[in-house]
């Protein structure tokens, strides 16, 4: 391969390019596929890793259609590879280390080494398993970072959001010289596409608890206040915060993100890995006691009935646009059904009780409850 360098017109004499990963050649890339795909091949030649049984007919949320023993077919899980970043998983131990051998075999045949400076070793609900390339110890980890996204061992999301959160107020501030504090520029603009997507990156797959959604939320519009210049102390109410922005909260836009790519997934191939996934469950494994864990399904539940889309949304899902347009009107009623209860739960605490059997000894002041009376007694004792 060679190459030259471009400079305002002026082109160099073509120099060969011996190392390196050759970039901007177009050959490169599919060269790098096929290899890759050979190498998997010798790697593995075992059916280990994680078995999905699925089954794409009979609607996502009906479970007993995973009953069907002969309708069902089983995937295996086993490389999660994005071009040179790759992720082998297992249910065992004692799999993954004969699943890293294999890899790393294959690896030395094709000429290739696996950096164990970069690699870690994660688990999740297990023990932090002992794995060894080359007889090198990997190091293991409680967060894995893969793809932007964080995992946790707990498997809960809560160090993912807390990590898009400090980016997301990172970015903020360091955009506060430069657009917040100036008057001239379309703020809320720069805030929605920098910020924001910054902390929402990668929430189309987030199974999220209604305390995640708020605290979302709490950040979202302590960015806005300070947008609009406006401190707890002005006793603005959120309402207006966001009329004045002309936004949404967020409770509607993580929703909307999440069934868009919940359409695209339904939209799919059915051969294609995200598909079977999402259509799945284990093959095999039992669920701890207690609660059952919220599902990426169960979430998306909640969020059709939420935005009031019908029981045939697969149907609505094949069309696009209409998908779209679905989504956006659930949205617009998700918001205004949660502008009316803000509005209806203000109105509610800012009328004055009637009669109570809490009343003020001194001023005669009916109180709601005998907390609140002990708190107005205390205005008078000053
Ligand atoms: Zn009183």
Redesign the pocket.
């Given at each position: 391969m060679s190459a030259c360098v471009d400079f305002e017109g002026d082109v160099s004499q073509p120099f060969a390019v011996n190392c390196g990963v050759k970039q901007g050649c177009v050959l490169a890339p599919t060269l790098f596929g096929i290899l890759l795909s050979t190498l998997l091949w010798i790697a593995f030649p075992l059916p280990n890793g994680i078995a999905v049984s699925t089954r794409s007919d009979g609607g996502l949320f009906n479970i007993a259609r995973l009953r069907a023993k002969t309708k069902t077919i089983t995937v295996l899980l086993r490389e999660l590879m994005f071009a040179d970043d790759a992720a082998l998983c297992s249910h065992s131990e004692a799999e993954l280390q004969g699943m890293c051998d294999g890899f790393n075999n294959a690896c030395y045949k094709f000429g290739q080494t696996i950096s164990v400076k970069k690699t870690v070793a994660f688990s999740t609900n297990a023990p932090p398993p002992h794995i060894t390339i080359n007889e090198s110890t990997l190091n293991t980890v409680e967060d894995f970072r893969y793809l932007g996204s964080t995992a946790s061992f707990s498997g809960n999301l809560n160090r993912e959001v807390d990590t898009r959160i400090g980016q997301a107020a990172n970015l903020f501030g360091k955009l506060k010289s430069r657009a917040w504090d100036n008057k001239y520029l379309t703020k809320v603009r720069i805030y929605l596409s920098c910020v924001l997507s910054a902390l929402l990156y990668g929430s189309e797959a987030w199974a999220s608890h209604a305390h995640v959604e708020r605290k979302l939320n709490s950040f979202h519009l302590r960015c806005l206040r300070k947008i609009c210049g406006v401190t707890w102390s002005d006793k603005v109410p959120n309402l207006e915060i966001l009329r004045r922005c002309g936004t949404t909260s967020l409770y509607s836009i993580p929703k909307k993100r999440r069934l868009r790519w919940l359409g695209h997934v339904s939209r799919m191939d059915h051969s294609r890995l995200p598909h079977q996934v999402l259509y799945g469950q284990l093959a095999d494994g039992k669920r701890g006691r207690g609660r059952p864990k919220l599902r990426f399904v169960d979430v998306c539940k909640r969020d059709l009935k939420l935005f009031n889309i019908a029981a045939d949304w697969e149907h609505l899902a094949q069309d696009r646009s209409a998908w779209r347009h679905k989504i956006h009107q659930g949205a617009e009623k998700l918001e205004l059904d949660l502008e009316l209860n803000e509005f209806a739960r203000r109105q509610k605490r800012h009328t004055p009780c009637q009669t109570t059997a809490f009343i003020?000894?001194?001023?005669?002041?009916h109180c709601k409850s005998k907390a609140g009376l002990v708190a107005?007694?205390r205005?008078?004792r000053r």
């Open positions: 003020c000894a001194v001023c005669g002041k107005h007694g205005a008078h």
